[in-house]
């Protein structure tokens, strides 16, 4: 979750710029470019939709990680060793569940964000604007583009946290506290030798995480 919160921080001026570029077009032919976009809206402006962003965000986090982690769980080998084909089912499949459950928060998100037209409705905050949403469209209304967010997010998690495991087993850096002095956990003879340059289990998909949680 904190994590998710530290991401939004950095993220949201991109995401909504990114929102007023996608529907620049519907505007009456008006052309925009980043530049234009960052220009109107201004430093404060560029966080509008920043606290909607965070109650998806923190969310979507604190699902994807532990699904992500009990996942590893059920798709490892007889050995407890997870390989790539593993680990990207693993990160697929954390982000199914993560991505539509978090659709509403990302409906709100986006309606705040979103330069309104002529005739369209408006929206001050995320109060209003679910009371605005649930009222003028219906419950239902929260749950549009959940399959999408999902076809795009899984997909994005699986391979950035297949590639991020991957690096993590033949790379190793160290933040001042060295590598594992012990092992966590004892692996049956016929496992894989795992050297301490190629498996680190600290690392977030490692073992310490998985018992935890």
Not at 34 to 57: I, P, Q, T
Not at 84 to 96: I, K
Not at 130 to 137: A, G, P
Request: hydrophobic share 40%; charged share 20%; with cysteine.
């Amino acid at each position: 979750g904190t994590a998710g919160m530290c991401e939004t921080m950095i993220t949201n001026p991109v995401e909504i710029v990114k929102i007023r570029l996608q529907v620049a077009g519907e505007m009456g032919g008006v052309r925009a470019s980043a530049v234009h976009v960052v220009k109107e809206l201004g430093f404060r402006g560029l966080y509008k939709g920043a606290s909607a962003c965070l109650m998806r965000d923190i969310p979507f986090s604190g699902i994807y990680f532990p699904t992500y982690a009990h996942l590893k769980l059920y798709t490892a080998d007889e050995n407890g060793y997870n390989g790539p084909l593993s680990l990207f089912a693993s990160a697929m499949g954390a982000g199914v569940p993560a991505a539509y459950l978090c659709t509403p928060a990302d409906v709100i998100k986006t309606r705040l964000q979103v330069k309104a037209r002529a005739g369209q409705e408006t929206y001050k905050n995320i109060p209003d604007a679910f009371r605005k949403i649930l009222k003028n469209e219906g419950a239902r209304a929260f749950w549009k583009g959940g399959p999408a967010r999902v076809f795009r997010s899984a997909p994005q998690f699986g391979v950035t946290l297949l590639t991020y495991e991957l690096l993590q087993r033949f790379l190793y850096v160290d933040f001042g506290r060295g590598p594992p002095k012990q092992p966590h956990t004892s692996l049956p003879p016929t496992a894989p030798v795992l050297t301490s340059s190629y498996c680190f289990p600290d690392h977030i998909g490692g073992y310490r995480l998985v018992h935890s949680t």
